[in-house]
């Protein structure tokens, strides 16, 4: 069965910085292009950034410059490097195909507070 883990998040200050990973298993890893979401309480699943099987990548507006996406398609990874972090960023992580299309995982807090 699919099953997406996401260890990484924790509490950080405003401009600190934070690495989020995605461990995928159950599946063909390397033919999925891959995405973080996040969610806050109350407000709707974001897409944040999404890498695709050759490496192309996408982001939000609200991320571009401050956060790096990539994948190790050796070790059915993807990674979410995030620097400059705001307050605004406190959400709940979650990695999925760039679709949303696999099982959702319990996802990982991140909290950007001083």
């Known amino acids: 069965q699919v099953q997406l883990v996401e260890p990484g998040g924790g509490l950080v200050q405003p401009g600190g910085s934070l690495r989020l990973s995605c461990a995928a298993f159950g599946f063909f890893f390397s033919i999925y292009a891959m995405g973080w979401y996040r969610q806050a309480p109350g407000k709707q699943r974001e897409l944040v950034a999404t890498i695709a099987t050759g490496g192309s990548t996408n982001y939000a507006d609200s991320v571009k410059g401050r956060f790096t996406i990539s994948r190790d398609n050796a070790k059915n990874t993807v990674l979410l490097q995030m620097n400059s972090l705001k307050p605004e960023d406190t959400d709940v992580y979650y990695c999925?195909?760039?679709?949303?299309?696999?099982?959702w995982g319990q996802g990982t807090q991140v909290t950007v507070s001083s």
């Open positions: 999925n195909g760039a679709s949303g299309s696999l099982r």
